[in-house]
């Protein structure tokens, strides 16, 4: 298995990462993508991914929101650096950016929209340029943010719907984008998610655990983990009524098809 969005460079891992790694690994999840919320987490997810190679892949991205208020470079510096860093070998991926209108959790602050729309379609740039997927954030804008990648026609943009909320409407929008969609724990506790689900290609899923947030059950209101990616792969196969074994092959071919790191 393949844990295609964690944030293992949040303060949450500082003191047991390696057994974080070990515990993911015992539990088959053999890869991680470690994404950026902002300039200086992608800088350390590139760090993780030089530092445990073959296992941390590296998303280097700013979120819509901004979570850490205290960055005092331009958000251009900000877009000029990330595009150097995206240039790394370690880096397969634009992320996560997006829109966000929702109210800011505690230590973090709200932008305006224009600097929202902004990062987000400076990032899109990077990842036309390079030809790298995105892992768009999208909460409380699915339609806008539809709007801002359906502009982008030429090159082709590919990617992922992070932890997808669109709902039964919004999963045709995304096909055809041609995105993917990213499952997390809380598939494991949301009935409404749950008929969403059922309802989107097998081939177009990802598996995602969003580490620390979203803890599948039984480990729900825990930090959350790569390790716990198999319970959201057993919900997964329970909702689709299919073997998880031929489930994962399809998924694991998905992720392959679109990062490009295997």
Do not use: W
Not at 77 to 100: F, T
Not at 104 to 119: D, I, T
Not at 163 to 178: A, Q
Request: charge should be positive.
């Amino acid at each position: 298995m393949i844990d295609t969005h964690a944030h293992l460079n949040f303060p949450d891992y500082k003191k047991d990462l390696k057994q974080v790694i070990i515990r993911a690994q015992k539990a088959k999840v053999e890869k991680i993508i470690c994404v950026g919320a902002s300039l200086t987490d992608s800088q350390q997810a590139v760090a993780l991914a030089k530092k445990f190679p073959q296992v941390i892949f590296a998303a280097v991205g700013i979120h819509p929101q901004n979570t850490r208020p205290r960055e005092t470079l331009s958000l251009k510096e900000q877009i000029k650096r990330l595009e150097k860093l995206a240039q790394e070998k370690e880096v397969i991926a634009i992320g996560e950016c997006g829109l966000d209108f929702s109210l800011p959790p505690p230590g973090e602050e709200s932008r305006s929209l224009e600097e929202q729309v902004f990062l987000f379609q400076e990032q899109i740039k990077i990842a036309q340029k390079f030809d790298l997927p995105l892992s768009i954030h999208s909460r409380q804008a699915f339609k806008e943010t539809i709007n801002i990648l359906s502009q982008f026609k030429t090159p082709r943009l590919k990617g992922v719907f992070h932890c997808y909320s669109g709902g039964k409407k919004g999963i045709k929008e995304v096909e055809k984008l041609g995105f993917f969609f990213g499952i997390d724990g809380n598939l494991t506790y949301d009935a409404g998610l749950q008929n969403v689900v059922a309802l989107i290609p097998d081939n177009k899923i990802l598996l995602e655990t969003d580490s620390p947030f979203l803890a599948p059950l039984p480990h729900r209101g825990e930090r959350n983990e790569p390790a716990f990616l198999p319970y959201i792969a057993q919900k997964l196969a329970e909702i689709k009524g299919k073997r998880e074994s031929q489930l994962l092959k399809k998924i694991n071919s998905a992720t392959q098809h679109l990062f490009r790191f295997l």
